[in-house]
Structure formats: structure tokens, C-alpha cells
């Protein structure tokens, strides 16, 4: 596939014979470096048995976080993918709760990513409920029995958090938009609880402060990315210089929430096993695949120059109700800031040998 459609605003052409999504943009390494980010995306497709299949013609690469809403009322959609690099790697979960047609009021559900060269295992045990909210009765506030669950988003929103209503300053850091979070009774009265926690751990009274249970990327003003993303240069970022302070980590970049992060890059082979949250599985039955090895290789030129561009995969991207899985490579290079020329970038993958150009590794 020979893409070379490019706006007149891009910094960058790529001669991409693979059937990946990319884009290139000026950007800055989390300490400060002016580079050339370099995102490159391959998404893959799966069936009612864990079949991968290769999307020829993918989405292209969202530039800048995509909120479902408001910004500062709403969750994440789809974080920003052309980033520089991030620390280790990451997996972040779209999904929806399945009740399998079943008539429960409460129910589990979770997922698990284990990465054998790494030893690790990452992932969410979740309990989810029917709707509830605080009632006040003859003898205080009480939370309510559940009612019947419906196939739920798992998003902040249905997490534990939130912000009062009268008092924006007054949110709770780690989700301003989840519910349950309330500090004095005659607020909470009539409000929901979060339908989505942690396993074993009900929220059942006001003064409960339970970590917000989210398997979605997380907002940077939210914590702990609030934290990692350090102290923003506001001047900076209205003129040409750089907007990352110098008390950011090396997390700037990443959006997972921390139990879903990774020391170490992907490299494939790794086993993703999803619970009660595919569309048209068994309740309780696990659905499992392993995701494949790709080598994306890339050069990249500028004017007489000629660099390798490491791409590394760090990110992995489950849409469970879409049946999608995005795998994300991500690659820098230094950048002046006073650069005119436009990069040329020449993308390939070896590993995509198979018949209508598939991974060797997709599930058989």
C-alpha cells in the first residue's frame, strides 16, 4: 500500500507499504528534547472463536485525546496515539459488560493480559451491579438493593468518583466524573453509587474512598497522571517552547491506569483472556487469544540523512464491543524547531508474510 496523501500541514510523507495507519508530528520527549514522534498502528479484528484477522484499512491515528463528552465532565474515547515514546508499555480497555441474557443484579467481569517473556501478568477483576443509590430512611442513609443489570459501559462515569455539583473545586482527583463521591449525607441523598468496583469491594457508606475501579485511559488532569505529567509550562506552551515541566516522569505519555502497565515493550505472543465482556459469549466463560508478532521497520530521511527509527510496541488497545485490537508502535527522532524540510518516512514489516499479507503468528 502506497500512501501519500498527506495534508499541506504535515511534517512528514510516508512511502507505508503495509496496511497500517501513521502519522508523524513535532513533539517533545518527556525531558524536554524536541523530537519527531513517529505512531504507527496496526489494528487487528477477532471473531466469536478468537480468530485475529489483520484490518486492511484501519482507523487513522487519533493526534489529541478524544473525550466521549465535556472534558472536564466525561471520560476518555480514545487517548492521543501519536505520542514520542512512553514508559514500558500499556493495555487499555473499551468494553461493555455482558450479561449474557442472564437476569442478574450482580455479576463479575475482567480481563487479563499476560506477557510470557516478561513474567507478568496485568489485569481487572471487577464487580459490577445493577443500578443503586443512597435512600434516606427512618433510621439515616442507606444504600439501596441493586437493580437488574444492563449491558454497562465500563467507563469512569459507572466508577467511583464524581464532583459536586455545586462546588466544581470539590471532585475527587483519581475520576471528577465518576459517582458516589459525596462528603456530607444531605448531599448523597438520592444519588448513585458506582455500579463498577473492584471485586469485594462495595462502596456501602459515605465515607468510603475506594480506588476508582477504570480499565479505560485515564484523562491527563485526572490522578496519577495529573502527578506524572509534572508541572505544565503554560508560557512555553504559547510560544515555541517546551510545555513539560521539569518535575515530569518518565509516564508523561502513558494514559493506562498503573495496574495495567508494563515495565518492558510488547513483542507478541501475548495471551489476552476476557470475561463477561464480549457481546455473544457464554457468562462466566473466558474468551482468549494471543496476539501476534509484527516487525514494522522504518527510515527515515531528511534532506542527505538517512536514521533507523526504533519503533516499539508499547501500547495495546482492546475495543471489546467493536471486536478490535490496536496494536501501537511508537518512534522518535531529534527535531529542530526551526526545521523546514519535510521527513520522509519508509515503512515496512517482514513479518507480514502470510496469504492476504496477515501476521505468521495470528491465531490459527
Known amino acids: 500500500m502506497r500512501d501519500r496523501r498527506q495534508r499541506r500541514d504535515v511534517v512528514a510523507e510516508f512511502d507505508n507499504s503495509t496496511p497500517y495507519s501513521t502519522h508523524a508530528a513535532p513533539s517533545w520527549s ?46 476518555i474515547a480514545a ?25 442478574l443484579r450482580v455479576m463479575e467481569a475482567g480481563f487479563t493480559l499476560q506477557s ?11 464487580a459490577i451491579s445493577g443500578p443503586r443509590r443512597y435512600e434516606r430512611g427512618l433510621f439515616g442513609l442507606s444504600v439501596t438493593e441493586p437493580g437488574r443489570i444492563e449491558p454497562l459501559p465500563v467507563v469512569p462515569e459507572h466508577a467511583y468518583g464524581g464532583t ?6 470539590d471532585a475527587y482527583a483519581a475520576n471528577p466524573v465518576g459517582c458516589g463521591y459525596w462528603r456530607r449525607r444531605k448531599d448523597a441523598d438520592g444519588q448513585p453509587l458506582p455500579q463498577i468496583q473492584w471485586y469485594k469491594q462495595w462502596v456501602t457508606a459515605l465515607n468510603q474512598r475506594p480506588k476508582p475501579a477504570i480499565i479505560a485511559a485515564l484523562a491527563p488532569h485526572w490522578e496519577p ?21 521539569e518535575d515530569a516522569s518518565a509516564a508523561y505519555y502513558n494514559s493506562a491506569p498503573p495496574h495495567q502497565r508494563f515495565p518492558q515493550p510488547f513483542r507478541g505472543g501475548e ?6 465482556l464480549v457481546e455473544g459469549q457464554p457468562l462466566n466463560h473466558p474468551f ?37 485490537i490496536h496494536l501501537l508502535f511508537h518512534a522518535m527522532a531529534p527535531w529542530r524547531l526551526t526545521e523546514r524540510r519535510k521527513a520522509f518516512i519508509v515503512l515496512d514489516d517482514p513479518s507480514l508474510a502470510g496469504p492476504d499479507n496477515q501476521p505468521l503468528l495470528a491465531n490459527p
Open 30 to 75: 518527556s525531558d524536554g528534547e524536541p523530537v519527531l514522534a513517529v505512531a504507527v498502528k496496526a489494528v487487528l479484528r477477532f471473531d466469536a472463536r478468537g480468530t485475529l484477522t489483520l484490518d486492511s484499512a484501519p482507523a487513522e491515528i487519533e493526534p489529541t485525546d478524544r473525550f466521549s463528552g465535556h472534558p472536564q465532565r466525561s471520560g
Open 79 to 103: 487517548a492521543a496515539e501519536c505520542v514520542p515514546h512512553k514508559q514500558g508499555a500499556e493495555v487499555i480497555v473499551n468494553a461493555t459488560a455482558q450479561t449474557g441474557g442472564h437476569d
Open 116 to 126: 510470557p517473556h516478561q513474567g507478568i501478568v496485568r489485569g481487572a477483576h471487577l
Open 164 to 169: 459536586h455539583p455545586d462546588n466544581p473545586g
Open 225 to 245: 497522571r495529573r502527578k506524572e505529567r509534572g508541572t505544565h509550562n503554560e508560557a512555553a506552551a504559547q510560544g515555541t517552547g517546551c510545555p513539560i515541566g
Open 271 to 276: 495471551i489476552v483472556t476476557l470475561t463477561n
Open 288 to 324: 482468549t487469544f494471543t496476539l501476534p508478532t509484527l516487525l514494522p521497520e522504518a527510515m527515515l530521511f531528511l534532506g542527505q540523512t538517512r536514521s533507523h527509527l526504533e519503533l516499539v510496541h508499547d501500547t495495546v488497545v482492546i475495543d471489546a464491543e467493536r471486536r478490535e
